[in-house]
T-cell receptor, first 114, second 113 residues
């Protein structure tokens, strides 16, 4: 079965705290791609990162970092020194096809309070 | 930066009515998608489209749904006879040849009364 689990429904932090969002996936395929998308209150889906199954290097982009561990089937996302503008729903997603039929997790709502 | 444009941003309709949601993908993209998000739930794949035909569709995409690329720029999703449970945000996305990321539009919120 192909499945993405985001166990954290909501996370609330105070500005400047770090936030880690968990993502656990299941797939039978050896080649697959993992994504994180941000959905701000305005509703659009904003692409953050893509990772393929052969690239386990962790990545940092500004205040964002991602930790991909195939051994635990996890692709976690950390926001360092959170800001109010980081308040959004964050979705982890998986595709195992070249057709980009994305399978999304349920999303984690992050609220950053000033 | 190129973007995917969706209209209308919000549509309210009566149950049983036909609805057409419109999308203008990024101009040189070749692969098109519709996804749906019922309020408070996950985003779900509906259909993918390439070379003027459906590549893949989910079990949600039944006979009430259809997609069309009527001209060189638009990509539409039609719901023939809307049901209450069709109320959702509908996202269009597109992807260029050889690209590995979908670009999503801002979504069209459909409310069926």
């Amino acid at each position: 079965a192909q499945k993405v689990t985001q166990a954290q429904t909501e996370i609330s932090v105070v500005e400047k705290e770090d936030v880690t969002l968990d993502c656990v996936y299941e797939t039978r395929d050896t080649t697959y791609y993992l994504f994180w998308y941000k959905q701000p209150p305005s509703g659009e889906l904003v692409f953050l990162i893509r990772r393929n199954s052969f690239d386990e290097q962790n990545e940092i982009s500004g205040r964002y970092s991602w930790n991909f561990q195939k051994s635990t089937s996890s692709f976690n996302f950390t926001i360092t020194a959170s800001q109010v503008v980081d308040s959004a729903v964050y979705f982890c997603a998986l595709t195992w096809t070249n057709d980009y039929k994305l399978s999304f997790g349920a999303g984690t709502t992050v609220t950053v309070r000033a | 930066e190129p973007e995917v444009t969706q209209t209308p941003s919000h549509q309210v309709t009566q149950m049983g009515q036909e609805v057409i949601l419109r999308c203008v993908p990024i101009s040189n993209h070749l692969y098109f998608y519709w996804y749906r998000q019922i309020l408070g739930q996950k985003v779900e794949f509906l259909v993918s489209f390439y070379n003027n035909e459906i590549s893949e569709k989910s079990e949600i995409f039944d006979d009430q749904f259809s997609v069309e690329r009527p001209d060189g720029s638009n990509f539409t999703l039609k719901i023939r006879s809307t049901k209450l449970e069709d109320s959702a945000m509908y996202f269009c996305a597109s992807r260029g040849h050889g690209a590995n990321v979908l670009t999503f539009g801002a979504g069209s919120r459909l409310t069926v009364l």
